[in-house]
């Protein structure tokens, strides 16, 4: 069955300190992949996007994700976390399909 | 500003009524989702649309019921057969259909409480 998996339900980390996001999938070909993050009772606010070419993607908010194809994994990190990251990430999937598949979410707490 | 609009904010609804949500973009996006997010859940699809007056079912329709008359507009109508409508309504758009390269952009969202 094709999926998504955010292994990680709740993080916690100090401000100032790196933070890392693990996103696995299981699907036949290398899908389209994104993060997005939500801040409460918000909408969804796209980070990144890997389609192709380098593995390594920059995106906003000082936040950047790595490919790794031979682990199905799509992992976001940033260096150096501000007490503004708190929120809800999700990571997402378009394999050639109509469709946006979606993790169940990493929910960040930031300790000041 | 270009964007994507969900209204109300907050919606209540009483057992056996049927209420509409209304997302409206002005992207020029072609295709439109409805997603719902319930705690822990992450989110899940209703209905989506690649062309007015087309659109077909995700994973949860049942008890949901959607229109595309125009482009713009993709309202999504929770029906009395939905049984466990109390949750975070999400209305998302993309420029191509997922699946192209595309990205999807999502509105500010309407949480439906029972009452």
């Known amino acids: 069955a094709q999926s998504v998996t955010q292994p990680d339900i709740h993080i916690t980390v100090s401000e100032g300190a790196s933070l890392e996001l693990r996103c696995n999938y299981s699907y036949g070909a290398t899908p389209y992949l994104f993060w997005y993050v939500q801040s409460p009772g918000q909408g969804l606010q796209l980070l990144l996007k890997?389609?192709?070419?380098?593995?390594l993607v920059q995106g906003i908010k000082g936040f950047e994700a790595e490919f790794k194809r031979s682990q199905s994994s799509f992992n976001l990190r940033k260096p150096s976390v501000h007490w503004s990251d708190a929120a809800e990430y999700f990571c997402a999937v378009a394999p050639t399909s109509n469709q946006f598949y979606f993790g169940t979410g990493t929910s960040l707490t930031v300790i000041p | 500003d270009g964007g994507i609009t969900q209204s109300p904010k907050y919606l209540f609804r009483k057992e056996g009524q049927n209420v509409t949500l209304s997302c409206e973009q002005n992207?020029?996006?072609?295709?439109m989702y409805w997603y719902r997010q319930d705690p822990g859940q992450g989110l899940r699809l209703i209905y989506y649309s690649q062309i007015v007056n087309d659109f077909q079912k995700g994973d949860i329709a049942e008890g949901y019921s959607v229109s595309r008359e125009k482009k713009e507009s993709f309202p999504l109508t929770v029906t009395s057969a939905q049984k466990n409508p109390t949750a975070f309504y999400l209305c998302?758009?993309?420029?191509?259909?997922?699946?192209?390269?595309?990205?999807?952009?999502f509105g500010q969202g309407t949480r439906l409480t029972v009452v």
């Open positions: 998302a758009s993309s420029i191509g259909f997922a699946g192209t390269g595309t990205e999807a952009f």
């Open positions: 890997y389609f192709s070419g380098d593995t």
């Open positions: 992207l020029n996006h072609d295709a």
